[in-house]
């Protein structure tokens, strides 16, 4: 069975008539129904592009603190001699101009570079 995690929701009157409209077709319950929106937006990729803004949006204006960073950057760099540059951000979980704005600083640290679209580890 799938882990699941129990939450509350707010939803306007006009917006619980239609979650009550579904009931029976879409769910048996209107929390079920709202169970099942929910799972279509993440599941269906319609919306990836509007879920990746806001993740976007979220990582620039709560980006992880600077340990956490540079204990990611000491780590794949153990591992690692080079990685592209668009798997990098994700893998920081910050926003593109975050790393830009701190690559000169994870250069110095970290003897590293970027060159076209790869970060790659300066040989010693």
Do not use: C
Not at 3 to 31: C, D, H, W, Y
Not at 48 to 54: G, P, Q, T
Not at 104 to 116: G, L
């Amino acid at each position: 069975m799938t882990e699941t995690t129990r939450t509350t929701v707010t939803l306007s009157k006009i917006s619980m008539n239609q979650v009550k409209e579904l009931v029976g077709v879409f769910g048996s319950t209107p929390a079920s129904v709202i169970s099942r929106i929910v799972e279509h937006f993440f599941d269906y990729g319609k919306f990836d592009d509007v879920i990746e803004k806001m993740k976007a949006k979220k990582r620039e204006l709560f980006p992880p603190n600077d340990t956490i960073i540079n204990n990611k950057i000491n780590n794949l760099f153990k591992g690692v001699n080079k990685i592209p540059f668009n798997e990098f951000i994700d893998f920081l979980q910050v926003d593109k101009t975050h790393v830009l704005e701190n690559i000169h600083i994870w250069a110095d640290k970290y003897n590293i570079r970027i060159v076209e679209n790869l970060v790659i580890k300066n040989s010693d």
